[in-house]
Structure formats: structure tokens, C-alpha cells
């Protein structure tokens, strides 16, 4: 019996020691982190999903395509999905922190043979963060181009609460806004007229373009600026594997693209450019029917677009990015001894250092460039003038995101703007030199920011999204300065229906002055001052989102916006030649409100007509 005892409390002695280190090792949590890039090119795919079904746990890749998760000891199955690409899904043992990076396949390259699942709408339920879209290019391939020309931004004009300003034009009116109240953004760098032949196609090739994100409201404390949205869109990296090339000839203009990597594996270079060829068929008519008495020359025209972008893997934890932008429009008209000449268009460039210290904090360095400017050369006879303006911009950012555990996404910087505006500068001069006459303006503006963002998961249920932006600018020896907090959350009824609600306040320091309804490439941007006040908005919205299916999504949003200070001219006003512009502005205030229906569908998995069909339709 004392045998009997004594090997009985020794089993259970063991028995509780194997139970306690079985429960100590089941709470053990490891890091499972890893990069998300594209299978064919080597480009690294922000924003990309990845998900554990079984922990439901679930994060984005940032900027860099990395990504980090924390989880528990144990066999774990990891899905990755980005929109447009195949779902890959992986599954292993967990027992250390494990690197596992990924590479997914553009469906488009074998659509027939690719299942396609419609995880991206469940991130979209799923998701803080309302009144935004995300667009891929692959995406905006598959819809119906205008001549031939995919535009990106044109497709934006699709969705809800968003509209153009006329038939075939780019120009972009959200939620009752001004087409000089968006923030459109090229790899961080700002662009201030984004179109094309007077409107008719936007400035972005979508040979260059990776993505675009829109945002109508909610928005992420790292932008400001602007009042009605933020249209954030990438560049394509190019190939870090093969050299690869495409062209194309369309109705009215060429195309081409070269990219190819420097350095395998780790330098790539990406060249895109176009050119309408407007100007050679008119030439060519006008030669032929010249010595007609009746006949009018046709005028010139013609655009073009250069894009490129310098991809550096420096090492596991450094990136560098380079890019840039050149766009121009060229319009002539010549009769006799008239000559009339305007050009208008965009320059912007970027350099962009990534550092990641470890999986969960990376610090993002950027330096931008950018530049507008159109200029009306008129001679007539032995008379020449001259009339230009523009806005010429500097910017420096540096961005820490940090995740704090399983619940925290942090996000914190600060950015630096120094403006040069020249308004109204005019020239006119003769051959004999009786005439030699100057007049025009040239202001300077500082604009600052610093922000804190953090999405927080509360519980499986609620997450919130709380942001606070800090904006000043200098104008002459005026300081103007704003709080600006946002904040968004998101509450789960049920795996299948989620209620969000968003609130921002925004600030715009600088301003579009429009001799006209539209947006045309003689409206010059004008800096806030001693009379010209800083323009703001506050909006709230709300809404619901239904998962219907995996491949169907339905959702409404409702919103209200208040505007302060909008700006405009007076009946009459003089812009030109006149030294005191403040005196032209008239002030007022505005408001919008609206419900916006939307619903999409992503194909499904099998091969019937129906299952092909993907697409959305907004009201």
C-alpha cells in the first residue's frame, strides 16, 4: 500500500507538471512576420490581406509589403490575398519566430485557370476605415477606355459620390466639393493639375500606375490639405526578375513601357511614356490645303507623358524608391503674322528611404518635388507678350509606423512644405525695344504638419481608428494654424454585417483661383494671407456594410459636410495686371449631404457566364 501511494502522488505529480508546461507552451506566442510581393515582377503589394481563419486574426502590409503577426504556439493556417491577385494559403507548425515571405499571382495573367475568391469585400466589411476605394490597375484594364486610353482616375468617377464635371472630362466632384479641393498625390508627391486636352484625360499613365486609393472621407491623420478627398495613388516598381516591355498604338496617341532589373533581385528600373499625335495628321492637312482661299488653319496640339521609377533593395531592411513625372501639353495656332502659343503642365518627383528596425516598427523618410506652371506666348507683327503662372512646392516627411502588440497600428510624422506661387506674371516687349513692359506677383507660404494615428482593436467586434492633425502655414507675416482630429470606428453585428461611423475636420492653405466653372489650365493657386482665410470643413458620416455572400458586398453610407470660408470671385473681378488680387475674393460658406448605395460583386470560383461576371454599380 505505501508502494501504491507513493507511485500514485509521483504520477500525479508528473501528471500536473506535463498539464502546467502543456498550458505554459499553449500560451507561448511567437511572430510570424514576412514581405508580399508580385510573383511575376518582384514588386512589393501594399495593403495586401493576411489572415489566420482559425485565430481570426488578421492584419494589412504596409507601404514596403511587409507584414507581422503575433500568434499563439501551434499548427496555424495563413491566407494571403491581395484584389486582383490568386489567394495563396499556407500552413505550418509555429514554434519560433518564422519569416515567411510570399509571392502571389496576378490573375490576369492566366484568368481561365486562377480561382478566384472575393476576400478583398470581407476586408472591406471588416475594415475602420469607411468612405474610401481602393482601385488597381488591373481592375481599371477591364472596364471600357475611352479612345483606347485606360485613365485610372476616370474610373473613380464610377463611384459613389464621386462626379465628373462634364461628359468625357477628369476632372473630379466629391461630396459637393471643388475639383481644387482634392489632394491628388504621385508617390507622395502632389500634383495640382491632374488632366489632359482641356480635361478630357488625366495626367497618369496607367502603364506607370500600380494602384490608387480614394478617400471621401475618415481620413488617415497623415494627410491634410485639402477639403473633399485625398486620391493617393503608386507607381508600379518595375520587374526585379526580367527585363519585360509593352507598347501600344491607339486612336489618338502611343504608348510604351520598358522596366528590367539593374541589379537581379534587388535594383529595377521602370520607364513609362506617351504622346497623342493630334499635331501630325493637322499639320499634314494644313500643308495640303493651304493655297485655298477659304480654307483656316487648324491649330496644334498635342500632350505627352514621362514616368519613371528607380527601385533600390539596399539590404533586408532598407528600400529606396526614386521617382518622377513629366507632362505637358502643347497648343499652337499660327496665321500670317499671328502667333499664339500655350503650354501647360506637371513636373514631380520623390525619393523615398524605408527602414525597417524590426517586423513591427518602420520609419519612412521622404523628399518631394513639384511643380505647375502654363505660359501664353502671343506675337503679332513685331508685338510679343508673355503670360505665365504657377506654383512650385518643396516637402520633406518622415513617418514612424509602429505596431503595438495585437491591438495598436501606430502611426506618427511630421511634413514640411515651402510654396512659391507666381500669379499673374506678364511680359510685353516689341522688336524696336519702344515697348519693354513687366508686371506680376510672386508670393511665398510654409506649410507644417504633425499627426498621431492608432487603430485600436477593442474587441473582436469594435475597432476604432482615432487620429489628431496639427496644421500651420505662414503667408507674409501671417500665421495661421488648425486642430484637426479624425477619428472612425467600426462595430460587428454579426460575421456578416458591420456598422461603421467617421468624423474629420480639414484644413486648405492654399487655393485654386478659377475664372470659370471648370478647370482649366489658366486657373492660378493662390496662398492663404491677411485676407484670404484658410478654408474648412467638418464632415461626419455613417453606414452599414452586408456581406451577402463571399462575392457580393452591399453597403450605405450617409453623410454631412460643413465648409467654411469657401472662396471665390467677384462679378467682374481683375486678375491680371492688378497688384492687390485680395480685393477680387468674395467669402462664403457651403454644406453637402448625401446617401450613397453601393454594391459589388468579385467573380466567383466557377466557370458559368455568371460566376465570370465581376463589377459594381453605385447610386
Not at 503577426?69 to 505550418?92: H, M
Not at 521602370?270 to 497623342?276: E, K
Not at 502671343?378 to 516637402?395: E, H, K, M, P, V
Request: hydrophobic letters at 35%; glycine letters at 10%; charged letters at 20%.
Amino acid at each position: 500500500m505505501k508502494f501504491s501511494t507513493l507511485m500514485l502522488r509521483k504520477i500525479s505529480t508528473l501528471a500536473c507538471l506535463i498539464f502546467l508546461t502543456g498550458a505554459l507552451f499553449a500560451q507561448q506566442k511567437y511572430v510570424l512576420s514576412g514581405k508580399v510581393r508580385d510573383a511575376e515582377s518582384g514588386e512589393s503589394l501594399a495593403g495586401a490581406s493576411v489572415y489566420t481563419p482559425s485565430t481570426k486574426a488578421g492584419t494589412l502590409t504596409i507601404e514596403n509589403g511587409s507584414y507581422s503577426l503575433t500568434l499563439p504556439a501551434d499548427s496555424v493556417t495563413i491566407v494571403f490575398s491581395f484584389t486582383g491577385y490568386e489567394t495563396v494559403t499556407k500552413s505550418l507548425y509555429l514554434n519560433k519566430n518564422t519569416k515567411l515571405d510570399i509571392e502571389l499571382a496576378d490573375v490576369g495573367v492566366s484568368v481561365d485557370d486562377v480561382v478566384i475568391e472575393g476576400t478583398s469585400l470581407t476586408e472591406k466589411l471588416n475594415s475602420t476605415q469607411m468612405s474610401s476605394d481602393k482601385l488597381t490597375i488591373v481592375e481599371a484594364k477591364k472596364i471600357p477606355a475611352l479612345f483606347g486610353e485606360v485613365d485610372i482616375i476616370k474610373t473613380l468617377q464610377l463611384k459613389p459620390g464621386v462626379q465628373s464635371g462634364g461628359e468625357g472630362t477628369s476632372g473630379l466632384y466629391v461630396r459637393g466639393g471643388g475639383p481644387d479641393q482634392n489632394l491628388f498625390l504621385l508617390d507622395n508627391a502632389p500634383v495640382y493639375n491632374p488632366s489632359h486636352l482641356f480635361g478630357l484625360f488625366s495626367t497618369f499613365n496607367g502603364d506607370a500606375v500600380k494602384d490608387v486609393t480614394l478617400y471621401k472621407g475618415g481620413y488617415p491623420a497623415q494627410f491634410g490639405g485639402k477639403l473633399s478627398s485625398v486620391i493617393d495613388i503608386s507607381q508600379r516598381e518595375g520587374n526585379l526578375k526580367k527585363f519585360s516591355g509593352s507598347g501600344g498604338i491607339g486612336i489618338i496617341s502611343s504608348r510604351f513601357s520598358l522596366e528590367a532589373p539593374l541589379v537581379k533581385e534587388k535594383v529595377s528600373l521602370l520607364i513609362a511614356g506617351r504622346r497623342t499625335y493630334f499635331d501630325v495628321f493637322t499639320r499634314q492637312l494644313n500643308i495640303i490645303k493651304k493655297d485655298k482661299p477659304d480654307y483656316n488653319p487648324i491649330p496644334d496640339y498635342y500632350f505627352y507623358d514621362l514616368n519613371g521609377k528607380l527601385t533600390i533593395k539596399a539590404s533586408a531592411r532598407d528600400q529606396v524608391y526614386a521617382s518622377f513625372y513629366l507632362g505637358r501639353d502643347k497648343f499652337r495656332f499660327r496665321s500670317g503674322d499671328f502667333d499664339f502659343k500655350l503650354g501647360w503642365g506637371n513636373t514631380a518627383g520623390s525619393v523615398i528611404w524605408d527602414h525597417a528596425f524590426n517586423a513591427k516598427l518602420l520609419l519612412k523618410t521622404t523628399g518631394t518635388f513639384s511643380k505647375y506652371d502654363y505660359a501664353f506666348d502671343n506675337t503679332f507683327s513685331q508685338f510679343t507678350f508673355r503670360l505665365t503662372s504657377g506654383i512650385q512646392d518643396f516637402a520633406g516627411q518622415t513617418q514612424l509606423l509602429a505596431k503595438l502588440g495585437e491591438r495598436h497600428n501606430l502611426k506618427t510624422g511630421v511634413i514640411y512644405t515651402y510654396h512659391r506661387f507666381q500669379v499673374g506674371r506678364f511680359n510685353a516687349s516689341s522688336e524696336d525695344g519702344s515697348i519693354n513692359f513687366n508686371s506680376g506677383q510672386t508670393f511665398y507660404g510654409t506649410e507644417m504638419g504633425a499627426y498621431v494615428n492608432d487603430e485600436f482593436v477593442v474587441n473582436p467586434k469594435l475597432s476604432i481608428n482615432g487620429g489628431l492633425r496639427l496644421s500651420g502655414f505662414v503667408g507674409g507675416k501671417t500665421l495661421y494654424k488648425g486642430l484637426e482630429p479624425r477619428a472612425s470606428m467600426k462595430y460587428s453585428i454579426s460575421p456578416k454585417i458591420s456598422l461603421k461611423m467617421a468624423y474629420a475636420r480639414m484644413f486648405q492653405y492654399v487655393h485654386m483661383v478659377s475664372t470659370s466653372g471648370a478647370s482649366l489650365p489658366t486657373d492660378m493657386w493662390y496662398p492663404s494671407g491677411k485676407v484670404v482665410h484658410p478654408q474648412r470643413s467638418d464632415q461626419v458620416a455613417g453606414g452599414a456594410s452586408f456581406l451577402l455572400s463571399k462575392n457580393f458586398l452591399l453597403s450605405d453610407e450617409v453623410y454631412y459636410k460643413w465648409m467654411h470660408n469657401q472662396i471665390d470671385l467677384r462679378d467682374g473681378a481683375q486678375i491680371f495686371f492688378n497688384p492687390n488680387l485680395d480685393g477680387e475674393f468674395v467669402f462664403g460658406k457651403g454644406w453637402g449631404y448625401g446617401n450613397e448605395i453601393y454594391f459589388e460583386k468579385k467573380r466567383g470560383s466557377g466557370n458559368g457566364a455568371f460566376d465570370r461576371l465581376s463589377g459594381w454599380v453605385g447610386y
